[in-house]
């Protein structure tokens, strides 16, 4: 701990076909959280600049890889608490991205 999970949410719109169809504009979404745990008392401290690293990774930025262009965008950003059932707290940052791509 702390660690960080990346996954895909789908897509904000169905994919756009461009190009007289050879090329098509996609749009999905990807949820990236930095969990952290604690027993007692929990702060975001130790995972906030975890978060902000991803961010300045990812928020606003243009780059192509393997041929393919995109953009990603900050859509929204939440702080989960799971409390479980032995009364460990599970809480983190999550942020929600969206890549607009040419592919």
Known sequence: LPFIVFSRVGSDQSDDEVLCGATYLTHPLYRVTV???A???ISFGPIK?????????????????????????RYDTEQPIIVQQDGRIDFGITMLYKFTSLK
């Open 35 to 37: 969990w952290n745990s």
């Open 49 to 73: 600049s975890i978060a902000s690293s991803v961010d300045t990774l990812l928020h606003n930025k243009t780059n192509t890889v393997n041929g393919i262009l995109f953009h990603s965008t």
């Open 39 to 41: 027993s007692g008392n």
